[in-house]
Nanobody
Framework: QVQLVESGGGLVQPGGSLRLSCAAS????????MAWYRQAPGKQRELVAA???????NYIDSVKGRFTISRDSAKNTVFLQMNSLKPEDTAVYYC???????????????WGPGTQVTVSS
């Protein structure tokens, strides 16, 4: 019954900011890596940012200096702060996490349903 739910998406003007949140819930023993992906119409899904269980982060080049990924491990939550947004950032953003459930023998990959981010004038 582990699941991820994103929130915080919406419509913003170029140069604006949004903060996405993703909360994992259910019978969780531990969470390994957490990440944000995005997919624009007609495009392949791409990894935007990731954070390990020890706090190491990495970003796709196009968002470096503008986006910040962080996590609150005690609350099983990951965030994506997006500043200086551009129209090309428009996409459905998906939360992703590797989670060990209390009822499982190993890690499994979980996905949220996605949240729409639209950057337009």
């Amino acid at each position: 019954q582990v699941q991820l739910v994103e929130s915080g998406g919406g419509l913003v003007q170029p140069g604006g900011s949004l903060r996405l949140s993703c909360a994992a819930s259910g019978s969780i023993r531990s969470i390994n890596d957490m990440a944000w992906y995005r997919q624009a119409p007609g495009k392949q899904r791409e990894l935007v940012a990731a954070v390990t269980s020890t706090g190491i982060t990495n970003y796709i080049d196009s968002v470096k200096g503008r986006f910040t990924i962080s996590r609150d491990s005690a609350k099983n939550t990951v965030f994506l702060q997006m500043n200086s947004l551009k129209p090309e950032d428009t996409a459905v953003y998906y939360c992703n996490a590797k989670i060990l459930a209390r009822t499982d023998w190993g890690l499994r990959v979980y996905w949220g349903p996605g949240t729409q981010v639209t950057v337009s004038s």
